[in-house]
C-alpha cells in the first residue's frame, strides 16, 4: 500500500522569505499523480500544486514550485515570498494512475506560521 | 456554480444519537468522497462512490454508513455516535479517471460527540 509521508508537523517562516516543505511516499508503481493542498483557517482545502509522476519538468505555480525527485520518492514544495496569507496547513497527496479507483492518499499535513 | 456543499457546518451530539451530514455537488462529477480530518491524523478516507449506486469503504469505515442518493448527493450517516467520532468531516467530488483526478472539497461539518 502506498503511504504519504510528511514530517515537519510545524514550520516557521519570515515574511518574504522562503521556505521548503517535505514530503516523501512509498509506492511500487511507477505512474501516479502527487499534489500539494493548502487548508487555511478557513478549513477549506485548495489545490496548491501537482505533478505527473512521468513529467521530469517540476510543476510551477507563481510562488509555488515542487522539487519532485522520483528515485529518491521526495515531493518537496517551495513558497517564494512567503506571505501572511500563506499561513495554513499543507497536505501532501498521492494518488495511483493505475487503479482502477480514484482514492487519493494524504499525509498527516505540515502547519505553515507566517511570521510578519 | 456553488461546488461542494456540506450541511451542517456544526452539530454537537451525545452519546448514542445519531444524525446524517449532507453532501451535495453541482459540478456533475461521478465520484464522491467521505473523509474524516482528526489533528495529527491528516485526512482519512471513510467512504467513496464511483458513481451513483454504488458505495465502497475506505480506510476508517466502522461506525459510518453513507448513501449515494443520486448523482449530486452523498450522505453520511452516523447511527450511534460514540466521542471517538468527535471530528472534522469533508466532502469531495471528483471526476473519475480524470487527468489528474483533481478532487474539490466541501467547507466541512465540526461535529463533537459529549
Known amino acids: 500500500a502506498q503511504t504519504v509521508t510528511q514530517s515537519q508537523p510545524e514550520m516557521s517562516v519570515q515574511e518574504a522569505e522562503t521556505v521548503t516543505l517535505s514530503c516523501t511516499y512509498d509506492t511500487s508503481e511507477s505512474d501516479y499523480y502527487l499534489f500539494w493542498y493548502k487548508q487555511p483557517p478557513s478549513r477549506q482545502m485548495i489545490l496548491v500544486i501537482r505533478?505527473?509522476?512521468?513529467?521530469?519538468q517540476n510543476a510551477t505555480e507563481n510562488r509555488f514550485s515542487v522539487n519532485f525527485q522520483k528515485a529518491a520518492k521526495s515531493f518537496s514544495l517551495k513558497i517564494s515570498d512567503s506571505q501572511l496569507g500563506d499561513a495554513a496547513m499543507y497536505f501532501c497527496?498521492?494518488?495511483?494512475?493505475?487503479?482502477?479507483?480514484?482514492?487519493?492518499?494524504f499525509g498527516k499535513g505540515t502547519r505553515l506560521h507566517i511570521l510578519p | 456554480n456553488a461546488g461542494v456543499t456540506q450541511t451542517p457546518k456544526f452539530q454537537v451530539l451525545k452519546t448514542g444519537q445519531s444524525m446524517t451530514l449532507q453532501c451535495a455537488q453541482d459540478?456533475?462529477?461521478?465520484?464522491m468522497y467521505w473523509y474524516r480530518q482528526d489533528p495529527g491524523m491528516g485526512l482519512r478516507l471513510i467512504y467513496y462512490?464511483?458513481?451513483?449506486?454504488?458505495?465502497d469503504k475506505g480506510e476508517v469505515p466502522n461506525g459510518y454508513n453513507v448513501s449515494r442518493l443520486n448523482k449530486r448527493e452523498f450522505s453520511l450517516r452516523l447511527e450511534s455516535a460514540a466521542p471517538s467520532q468527535t471530528s472534522v468531516y469533508f466532502c469531495?467530488?471528483?471526476?473519475?479517471?480524470?487527468?489528474?483526478?483533481?478532487?474539490?472539497f466541501g467547507p466541512g461539518t465540526r461535529l463533537t460527540v459529549l
Open positions: 459540478m456533475n462529477h461521478n465520484s
Open positions: 469531495a467530488s471528483s471526476v473519475p479517471r480524470d487527468y489528474y483526478n483533481e478532487q474539490f
Open positions: 505533478q505527473e509522476a512521468y513529467k521530469q
Open positions: 462512490s464511483a458513481s451513483e449506486g454504488t458505495t
Open positions: 497527496a498521492y494518488r495511483s494512475a493505475m487503479n482502477r479507483d480514484d482514492k487519493i492518499i
